[in-house]
């Protein structure tokens, strides 16, 4: 079954669009990351998923409803989402459980149904014995415990998470992402977690979706995005790729024979014979053994730094001295000349 759909979303605002005829589908049950720089629109396609904007073109259908189109506008309280923030938004005057319970009354439930519920949705996140405390009694993970109980009490169809864990300290940060991702296992809710964080949504996310400048630049899983990313946008942003420029000269195998200068090279990739780039991070780098064999890349060190166990190089490859990373056991001088094999790499093709 379907998650969400978003099939040619649009909205700008002012003259400038913050989301560009985006189409996506989402299984039912996935962990969905929204990934992308500040300002490419992530927040936005979160409001109208919620409701809180509307499009100016393009449907979004929840389930089997669609819920805003030509003609349709379903309210944020009729799509039975939920919804936390960065910032938490508690009720300071109101208990912990006052807090949880507050969005259950006025939809006709027991109060025994919402006692319930509220000692549910506070069991899953692990404060039960918090629920007399107040806001300010909480550390900031705490709080933002009770934001994620107070919308999984609603059981949402769908939890759209913006930036949860951007306001905590790194040790809360990691403790909380493996909570959302047992929570996500036990409540088997489509979870939509915006976030600016590479590393954050390649750790938790089934599915991530990359936007720049309000336009998908690829939706995979995160193996997939990581191994196999479709633009420069993504290669960069993701795992901190770096591309040098390549001339692809045929297929070579289930990969591509490409030349950088004098070296050739078979590595995977998906381009046509012509120009394009070939995607590296360290991980696919190592220093060639003896000198400058005839498969190695050229480079020169520019810096070394200690990093725990080994060092990392700062290496200025070829004429155009594309800076890449790569480790080795031992320091090297500035300007010393090394000789980089491609173990991975990923080729895909360059516009002209
Ligand atoms: N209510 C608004 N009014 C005017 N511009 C907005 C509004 N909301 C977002 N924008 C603009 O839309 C773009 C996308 O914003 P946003 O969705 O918040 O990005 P992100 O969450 O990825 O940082 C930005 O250029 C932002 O300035
Ligand atoms: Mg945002």
């Known amino acids: 079954m379907v998650g969400f759909r978003l099939d040619g979303l649009t909205?700008?605002?002012?003259?400038?669009?913050?989301?560009?005829?985006?189409?996506?589908?989402v299984a039912d049950g996935a962990f969905l990351a929204l990934l992308g720089p500040s300002g490419c629109g992530k927040t936005t396609v979160l409001r109208l998923l919620a409701g809180l904007e509307r499009p100016d073109a393009g449907t979004i259908t929840i389930g089997d409803r669609m819920v805003a189109g030509p003609g349709t506008f379903v309210e944020p309280e009729e799509r039975g989402l939920g919804m936390v923030f960065q910032s938490y938004a508690l009720w300071p005057h109101m208990s912990v459980a006052g807090n949880v319970s507050f969005a259950l009354h006025g939809k006709g439930l027991s109060a025994a149904e919402i006692a319930a519920r509220t000692d549910e949705a506070l069991a899953l996140v692990g404060l039960q014995t918090r629920a007399a405390a107040r806001p300010h009694q909480l550390s900031g993970g705490q709080r933002q415990r009770v934001a994620l109980a107070r919308s999984l009490a609603l059981r949402p169809k769908l939890l759209l998470l913006d930036e949860p864990l951007a306001n905590l300290d790194p040790a809360l940060r990691t403790g909380l992402a493996t909570e959302f991702r047992r929570l996500h296992a036990e409540t088997r809710t489509t979870f939509v977690f915006v976030t600016h964080d590479q590393a954050e949504a390649l750790a938790l996310a089934t599915t991530i979706a990359v936007l720049e400048g309000g336009r998908l630049q690829q939706c995979a899983a995160p193996e997939e995005l990581w191994r196999r990313p479709a633009s420069p946008a993504?290669?960069?942003f993701v795992g901190d790729g770096r591309l040098l420029p390549v001339d692809v000269l045929g297929r070579a195998g289930t990969g591509v024979e490409v030349a950088l200068g004098p070296v050739r090279l078979s590595v995977p990739g998906d381009a046509p014979a012509g120009p394009g780039w070939l995607c590296v991070r360290r991980q696919g780098l190592a220093l060639s053994e003896a000198g400058s064999p005839e498969d190695a890349l050229p480079g020169t060190v520019r810096t070394s730094r200690f990093e725990g166990g080994a060092y990392?190089?700062?290496?200025?490859?070829?004429?155009?001295?594309?800076?890449?990373?790569?480790?080795?056991?031992?320091?090297?001088?500035?300007?010393?000349?090394?000789?980089?094999?491609?173990?991975?790499?990923?080729?895909?093709?360059?516009?002209?």
């Open 11 to 25: 909205k700008s605002f002012g003259g400038a669009r913050a989301v560009d005829g985006l189409r996506l589908e």
């Open 234 to 236: 993504v290669a960069r």
């Open 312 to 352: 990392c190089h700062d290496v200025a490859i070829g004429g155009d001295g594309v800076p890449v990373e790569v480790h080795g056991p031992v320091s090297l001088a500035p300007g010393t000349p090394v000789g980089l094999r491609v173990a991975d790499g990923w080729v895909i093709a360059r516009q002209p």
